[in-house]
């Protein structure tokens, strides 16, 4: 039986350190979902000092905790073995990676349409997401039932305390997001139910934000000049803002507050974790756009009391935390 389900997503535009805290939040529970997207996802985890990359399986696999890849995710089997392969080889428990069998497989004709016509108009990772989700819709895809090995094969039992992981963040979810600048999943905590739970069973929602806004790929919001402003660029170089899927230079700009309290409130978020603030420490300006102004702060402390006392009121709860290569 199910005890509670709490639900981990990105409020912002993806890199903001999701992986991280469902990877010290994880240990906690006793399995771990992802309910969206597939390997155009990248999480970054430490554990005893060393740096881990993983493109589909929850970060709850470093903590040996059972991890499911749920229906509404997509997956390109090559890519999943490779995963598996490489946390086999950290020495982990691969038994404990489940799929939906109604997850839907991502074909090489999906990852050449990707290449061909949406990588260079929209910024995509070129993963073959986008004609991935067009099949699945048209109800001519292929499933993992039918590909993968049957040991990997989840049977839809959850029980216990259930951690689900978002990928991609509110701005790339196809409904919230700026379209079409978005990616073709829901990537909101609504979409968690997908993974056959009922809302009822919802207890904690968790948002994570970082103290200055980033964005892997195309979008109206990030102008290609703002990468080269020599502040932003500081902040790339030092906060390592390159992407863990593309290695793609991330464009920077500082926190948007007005956009994040409405990714607070349309989302239910109740708990928030606001990564890499050491980051700005180290440039040592202090900025946050707040109505369409941006407002300069001396110093940390002061910029941390305005966050707060702007930030939308149904945040019950306020994690700081700084980037771990920098701790
Ligand atoms: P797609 O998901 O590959 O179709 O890409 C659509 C948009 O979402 C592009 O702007 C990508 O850069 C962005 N995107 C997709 N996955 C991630 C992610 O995990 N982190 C950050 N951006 C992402
Ligand atoms: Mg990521």
Redesign the pocket.
Known sequence: MIKHVDIIF?LA???EGKGKITYNLSKNYDVICRWN?GS???HTIYRDGKKYKTHLVPSGIFNHKKCVVGPNCILNPEEFYNEIEYLKNTGLDVSLIKVAPNAHIITEKHIEY?KQH??QK??????G??PCYSDKMLRCGKLAKDVLDKKYIWDGELNGNILCEG???FW?DINFGVYP?????ETLPYAACSLGFSPRKIRDIIGVCKAYDT?????PRFPEDSVKDPMFSKIIEIGQEY????S?KRKVNWMNLTLLNYAIKKSGCDILYSNKWDILDQVKIYKIIHNHTVIEFENKEKMQKFFEENLSKEIKKIHYSAHPETL
């Open positions: 990105g535009w993806g890199d997207g155009n996802a990248g990707d949406l990588q929209l910024g995509t990772t070129g993963k997401i986008a990928a991609q963040s790339l600048y978005v990616t073709s999943s964005k892997s790929g195309v979008d992407g863990t899927t593309t793609r």
